[in-house]
């Protein structure tokens, strides 16, 4: 085959350190379109971004010649580094070492956009630790839970 076709699309959690809420709408408005042009920069393409005060969801198409561990390496100390210089306040933010990452099915990418969007309703019913646990579990991953949250 002459060239390499693939439809990689993953849906990504990721914390702030101890959970703080950290993520105001204010924030929020600014931090998700930064994101998507690191992970432009990087060559994929993020479908959609979401989360509440203390995470982010994004659910996104990725190269298969880049490990998703660069990607989420690169995110994550970019938007940490503009953040301290974008909002002063923010000095002592910092991400939850780790994420979590799923394949998703192109036939299941309205359910998942549909999912990130509804997040700040979500959360009134589920606190992030459980939603976690959940998804996990739904995805057969092998996990040990003290290591879930810091």
Same mark, same amino acid.
């Given at each position: 085959?002459? &060239?390499?076709?693939?439809?990689?699309?993953?849906?990504?959690?990721?914390?702030? #350190?101890?959970?703080?809420?950290?993520?105001?709408?204010?924030?929020?408005?600014?931090?998700?379109?930064?994101?998507?042009?690191? $992970?432009?920069? /990087?060559?994929? @393409?993020?479908?959609?971004?979401? &989360?509440?005060? *203390?995470? $982010?969801?994004?659910?996104?198409?990725?190269?298969?010649?880049?490990? +998703?561990? *660069?990607?989420?390496? +690169?995110?994550?100390?970019?938007?940490?580094?503009?953040?301290?210089? /974008?909002?002063?306040?923010?000095? *002592?933010?910092?991400?939850? /070492?780790?994420?979590?990452?799923?394949?998703?099915? #192109?036939?299941?990418?309205?359910? @998942?956009? #549909?999912?990130?969007?509804?997040?700040?309703?979500?959360? #009134?019913?589920?606190?992030?630790?459980? /939603?976690?646990?959940?998804?996990?579990?739904?995805?057969?991953?092998?996990? *040990?839970?003290?290591?879930? $949250?810091?």
């Amino acid at each position: 085959m002459p &060239g390499t076709y693939s439809q990689l699309l993953l849906h990504v959690v990721f914390a702030t #350190k101890a959970r703080a809420p950290w993520i105001t709408p204010d924030v929020a408005e600014r931090l998700y379109p930064y994101i998507g042009g690191i $992970v432009r920069a /990087e060559r994929g @393409v993020l479908y959609d971004i979401g &989360g509440i005060e *203390d995470h $982010v969801h994004m659910y996104l198409r990725w190269r298969p010649d880049g490990p +998703t561990s *660069d990607l989420m390496r +690169t995110v994550k100390a970019r938007s940490s580094k503009w953040l301290h210089e /974008e909002f002063p306040a923010l000095r *002592d933010f910092a991400w939850q /070492e780790g994420y979590s990452v799923f394949s998703v099915s #192109k036939s299941q990418e309205e359910a @998942v956009k #549909k999912y990130i969007a509804g997040q700040a309703e979500h959360h #009134k019913k589920e606190d992030f630790k459980s /939603e976690l646990l959940r998804i996990l579990h739904a995805h057969g991953v092998e996990f *040990d839970e003290k290591y879930i $949250v810091d």
